[in-house]
């Protein structure tokens, strides 16, 4: 079971709102962020923009500026040669698999004119002109929302965050291996700013024998700039409406938290 840290705090459930697909990609925000927003700051991108592309169509003043090094001109080349065979072989039948063998155009036309895809890798301490840091990135920005899935890396920039803070109205991350982390996670949360609103278990991963599932994504809310109760959540997790299972064919995983 989870220590009660993070059980999220209350937030009304009219103010809950999920961005992106019911699926691997969506997460559960607080809606009064999104007028406030000029930017989202993605870390960590891969081939799926749903989340920024749904947030856009609610604010369409805001931008969206994503690193991600391991997206590019290989990737795609790799994964479109992948997708045509798999259509050629009629594996690819779905309305959804078919549109995915367009996945690149579709990446083209999003990361144009306000929206920036940099193929950089962000990092707690830059070496190489490859890799760029959080405070890097954030000389040019303020009013963000601040979304990081980078595979195990979150770690590494946890001061950077906190460094900028005043800067990020939302910060989403998605924590991996979190048993062994669990300490640094607690930590970084009593020195933030910030106020953990929602929880959800990634499917992708396993649940350990003290029910401590492998990858946590957590949605924080900046206390500085939005007003939330200091009472703690009396919901469920995952939450009936709002929360989908990653992994479609797996359950979802219940959350657990101590007394």
């Known amino acids: ?40 700051v ?17 604010n369409e003043k805001c931008k969206v500026i994503a690193y991600d090094h391991t997206i590019d001109n290989k990737f795609w080349d790799k994964r479109l040669r992948k997708d045509l065979i798999s259509l050629i072989l009629l594996k690819k039948l779905s309305f959804n ?62 001061k950077d965050i906190l460094n900028n803070s005043n800067k990020i109205n939302l910060l989403i ?16 949360m009593k020195n933030s700013k910030f106020k953990l609103i929602h929880i959800h278990a990634n499917n992708y991963g396993k649940v350990n024998s003290k029910n401590i599932p492998d990858v946590l994504e957590l949605t924080f809310l900046n206390k500085k700039k939005f007003k939330i109760s200091n009472k703690k959540t009396k919901n469920s997790f995952p939450i009936n ?8 064919r797996r359950e979802d995983i219940k959350i657990k938290f101590n007394d």
């Open 1 to 40: 079971m989870l220590p009660q840290i993070f059980k999220p705090f209350h937030v009304k459930r009219s103010n809950l709102l999920r961005i992106g697909p019911n699926k691997d990609g969506g997460y559960v925000i607080d809606k009064r962020v999104i007028s406030k927003s000029k930017t989202i």
């Open 42 to 58: 993605t870390c960590g991108l891969n081939d799926d923009w749903e989340f920024e592309k749904d947030f856009l169509s609610k």
């Open 97 to 158: 698999k078919i549109k995915d063998v367009f996945k690149y155009w579709e990446y083209k036309r999003f990361f144009k004119s306000k929206n920036e895809h940099h193929i950089k890798k962000i990092v707690g301490k830059k070496k190489k002109t490859s890799e760029i840091t959080i405070n890097e990135i954030y000389k040019k920005y303020k009013d963000t929302v601040l979304k990081v899935d980078i595979e195990g890396d979150e770690y590494k920039v946890f």
């Open 173 to 188: 991350v998605e924590f991996h291996s979190v048993n062994k982390n669990l300490k640094k996670i607690i930590n970084f």
């Open 241 to 248: 409406g709002l929360d989908f299972a990653n992994l479609k």
